[in-house]
Nanobody, 126 residues
């Protein structure tokens, strides 16, 4: 059974950077496409980014394009989300999620994903 754990959240000032990590136990991540999602208070869950199994394909939500970068290191069994030029509207709980297979592509639709971490809080405030 795949178990995902996010880390790296915290409080950062607007314009700052954070790097989130998604680690796994119970299985290796190289067989899964991985997505990052976020949910702010009172809002629906939003797809932030995703990476294919190989890391060769990535997609981003419009609100984070050009500021966030997803990457993965299958040797370390980890996926990362580098978040730069953070804005107050990026404040949310961030989740990583996994879906087995999915070819060499990925999706930012949450319903595609069957495995979820518990989330890590990112707060952007001065």
């Amino acid at each position: 059974q795949l178990h995902l754990v996010e880390s790296g959240g915290g409080l950062v000032q607007p314009g700052g950077s954070l790097r989130l990590s998604c680690g796994a136990s119970g299985s290796t991540l190289d067989g899964y496409a991985i997505g990052w999602f976020r949910q702010a208070p009172g809002k629906e869950r939003e797809g932030v980014s995703c990476t294919s199994r190989s890391g060769g394909r990535a997609n981003y939500g419009d609100s984070v394009k050009g500021r966030f970068t997803i990457s993965r290191d299958n040797a370390k069994n980890a996926v990362y989300l580098q978040m730069d030029r953070l804005k107050s509207e990026d404040t949310a709980v961030y989740y990583c999620a996994a879906v087995a297979g999915y070819g060499d592509s990925c999706s930012t639709l949450s319903l595609r994903y069957g495995y979820w971490g518990q989330g890590t809080l990112v707060s952007v405030s001065s």
